[in-house]
């Protein structure tokens, strides 16, 4: 079961000097075909051409006449017919051109959202979950910080500390709360956890959990997050949801999760996740996962590591199995993980682990 913060608790070349007036621009320069734009010697004045100029214009009002007088001869019926295709030919030509327009501005807005960062295996991160960051001393790479408990300055300041940031937030748990907990259709929020209160699982097929979550996504790149950690998404694993959630449902949802949060420019993570990290780790830039030290798993999230992807580790050193640092650096297939020991309530405190690739 994740663990997780309780109520409470990112050319001004030829352009005119100031002296100048616009006329006076006109006359600075002479037009490299010999032409004074702008001076007094050549306007009103006519040129060679202007009686053939006079000829077109009149062979163009013969030109009118003779077609008001065949529109004239035709019948009530061919006009109305003529006059419907020229309305429907001028609304495809309209429509066209604003398709097109909205066309190449999604192909715009897709285009400037397609650098997503993707965090390294050998990053080193820090969490803290249990309300607003306290503490930016840690030298990580990468903060996961609760989305709701902090605020754009605290994002700002760990940007240019050049550290990224991980923004928090339950997808598969309503939490009472959350300034959005009223979003969430009553149908949509099934049995409560006991351990937690004021927590009750979700029904992540609803379209009411994926609108409220599509939210909270576009929340956390408003804010600048890096990306998200959506957390308790391995709701199949339990039998006392109030659903009967399988492991397709968590497959489905994260990967609604994943095109929502590349939509908005942002990295995404599956946190814990055993049972279908195979299916969604293509999806995935990285993995979050908790004990698996002590659940013996690790190997599960090896083939991250193998594609490139980052494990971040963590190991609580006063939970129902207390692990020491010399047990989670040394666990069983942790070898690559970016690996923290933590106390269950996710404050400020850690130890890291040396990383060890090769």
Not at 22 to 27: D, R
Request: with cysteine; hydrophobic share 40%; net charge positive.
């Amino acid at each position: 079961m994740s663990l997780r913060p309780r109520a409470g608790s990112i050319l001004n070349r030829g352009l005119p000097s100031p002296s100048e007036s616009p006329i006076s621009l006109h006359n600075r320069s002479p037009n490299p075909h010999g032409l004074s734009f702008g001076s007094s010697d050549t306007l009103g004045k006519r040129s060679p051409s202007n009686s053939s100029n006079s000829s077109k214009r009149g062979w163009a009002k013969r030109r009118r006449r003779i077609s008001l007088a065949v529109w004239k001869r035709l019948s009530t019926r061919k006009k109305i017919i003529l006059g419907g295709a020229l309305v429907t030919a001028v609304a495809l030509a309209v429509g066209l051109s604003v398709g097109l327009m909205q066309s190449n501005k999604a192909e715009s807005t897709v285009a400037q959202k397609t650098t997503v960062w993707k965090p390294a295996i050998e990053n080193t991160w820090q969490i803290q979950l249990n309300g607003p960051l306290t503490s930016m001393t840690a030298a990580a790479h990468n903060y996961d910080i609760d989305l709701f408990g902090n605020n754009q300055s605290t994002i700002r300041t760990l940007h240019s500390m050049n550290a990224k940031v991980i923004c928090y937030f339950s997808a598969g748990t309503y939490e009472d709360w959350r300034p959005d907990a009223k979003a969430f259709a009553n149908d949509s929020v099934g049995a409560s956890l006991a351990a937690w209160a004021g927590e009750n699982w979700l029904d992540v097929r609803s379209k009411s959990v994926r609108d409220v979550m599509a939210a909270r996504i576009k929340t956390a790149a408003d804010k600048g997050c890096d990306g998200v950690d959506p957390d308790n998404v391995d709701g199949y694993s339990y039998n006392n949801t109030g659903f009967p959630l399988t492991k397709q449902d968590a497959v489905n949802y994260m990967e609604f999760l994943a095109r929502e949060a590349r939509s908005n420019g942002l990295a995404i993570g599956l946190k814990n996740g055993a049972a279908i990290a195979a299916a969604v780790m293509h999806l995935m830039d990285w993995d979050i996962n908790e004990s698996c030290a002590v659940y013996n798993e690790c190997d599960t999230y090896q083939p991250f590591i193998k594609a490139g992807r980052p494990v971040f580790h963590i190991e609580y050193v006063d939970g129902e199995v207390p692990v020491n640092l010399t047990t989670a650096c040394n666990a069983p297939g942790t070898r690559g993980f970016s690996t923290i020991l933590k106390h269950q309530s996710l404050d400020d405190w850690f130890l890291a682990c040396p990383l060890t690739i090769s």
